[in-house]
C-alpha cells in the first residue's frame, strides 16, 4: 500500500495521497495545514503511527503538493484581509468547508467507512469541520496548532504571522526562495528544538522541487479567513475530541488551542512544552503516544 496514487472525486478535484499501514487496520487521515503537502508531515511521526497498528491516510489538499490547482481569477490577500478587518465578506474562490469535502470524500473513493481525524494548523480547522459535519465518519478528533476562528485570533500580527504573510522577491531563484522559507520556518518554529540548519535546508528544497505555487497557498489562506468563527459548530462536535497545541507557538497563540478545545464537548487539552508551530523530532515521540492512545480509547 505504500507509495503516492492520485484519485479523482465526484466534485471533480483531484488529491494525491499516500496509504499506508496495515490495510484493516483503524484509518487515520491526516490533514496538512496552509501550503504544506503531504511530505510535510514528518516521516518519524507516520511510522510512529503505523507501529502502533494504524492504517495512514495523508494526501496533498486541494491547491498544494501534486493535487488539483483551483482556476480562478488573481487575488490580493491583503485587499481581503483590510476588507476582513471592516467587516466585508472575504472573496474566496472556496472555502474550508470544501476542503472538509475533498478529505470525505477521499475516505469515500478509498471506501472508508470512518477514520480517526488529525490535522495540523490549517488542517485541524477542516478537521474541525469533518468531525462536525461528518459524525458517523470520524472515529475520533486530534486538532493540533490550530483555532476556532474566534475573531481575536485572526489578527495576531506577530513577527511570525508577518513572516508568512510576506512575499519572497519577485523573480525569485531558487536560492532566495529556499533563504525565504528557512526565514519563515526559523520563525515559526519551536526555540531550542529544531535540527541542524542543513536538514532544515535539504527538508525545505525537497518541498521546493516537488511543487511551488504561492498563488495557490494564498488561495487556501482566502479560504481560511472566508470560513470564519466555527464555535458554534464546535459545540456540536459529539466525538471524542482531543486538542493538542505547542506552549511557544508564535504563530496561532496557545490561547488559541485552549479556546478551542473549551467549545468542543467533553474535549481534552494537551499543552505541549517547548513546542511552537512545526513538529520537531525530539517531540515526536510524545505526539505518537499522545495521538495513539486517544484514538485507543475512542475505539475502546
Known amino acids: ?81 483590510m476588507r476582513q478587518m471592516v467587516g466585508l465578506p472575504v472573496r474566496a474562490p472556496y472555502n474550508l468547508t470544501d476542503m472538509a469535502d475533498d478529505a470525505a470524500g477521499l475516505l469515500d473513493a478509498l471506501n472508508i467507512e470512518s477514520a480517526h481525524v488529525v490535522g495540523a494548523s490549517m488542517g485541524g480547522m477542516i478537521a474541525q469541520l469533518v468531525a462536525a459535519g461528518r459524525a458517523h465518519r470520524t472515529r475520533s478528533l486530534t486538532s493540533i496548532m490550530s483555532s476556532s476562528g ?33 526565514r519563515i520556518w526559523t520563525l515559526i518554529g519551536s526555540p531550542g528544538l529544531q535540527g541542524p540548519r542543513q536538514a532544515l535546508r535539504a527538508r525545505l528544497q525537497a518541498s521546493l522541487e516537488r511543487a511551488h505555487d504561492p498563488a495557490a497557498t ?43 478545545a473549551a467549545h468542543i464537548p467533553g474535549a481534552r487539552f494537551i499543552g505541549v512544552a517547548g513546542m511552537g508551530h512545526d513538529f520537531p523530532e525530539p517531540l515526536i515521540a510524545g505526539l505518537v503516544n499522545d495521538i495513539t492512545r486517544h484514538c485507543q480509547q475512542a475505539d475502546a
Not at 490495510?23 to 507501529?51: F, H, R, Y
Not at 500580527?157 to 526562495?177: D, N
Not at 462536535?237 to 496561532?252: A, C, F, K, N, Y
Open 150 to 182: 474566534a475573531t481575536r485570533f485572526r489578527f495576531h500580527f506577530t513577527p511570525a504571522v508577518r513572516a508568512l504573510m510576506t512575499p519572497p522577491p519577485r523573480q525569485a531563484s531558487q536560492a532566495q526562495l529556499l533563504d525565504h522559507l528557512e
Open 1 to 81: 500500500m505504500n507509495g503516492l496514487s492520485e484519485i479523482q472525486l465526484q466534485s471533480g478535484v483531484r488529491l494525491v495521497y499516500e496509504d499506508a499501514g496495515p490495510a484493516q487496520a483503524p484509518c487515520i487521515l491526516m490533514i496538512s495545514g496552509l501550503g504544506q503537502q503531504l511530505v510535510d508531515w514528518p516521516d518519524s511521526l507516520m511510522t510512529g503511527l503505523q507501529s502502533r497498528g494504524f492504517r495512514t491516510l495523508r494526501f496533498d489538499n486541494r491547491d498544494c503538493g501534486l493535487s488539483s490547482r483551483i482556476d480562478s481569477a488573481s487575488v490580493n490577500v491583503r485587499t481581503e484581509v
Open 218 to 260: 494564498a488561495r487556501q489562506l482566502l479560504a481560511i479567513m472566508a470560513n470564519g468563527d466555527r464555535r458554534p459548530l464546535l459545540k456540536g462536535i459529539q466525538v471524542p475530541s482531543l486538542v493538542i497545541h505547542g506552549e511557544v507557538d508564535p504563530l496561532v497563540p496557545i490561547a488559541a488551542g485552549r479556546d478551542t
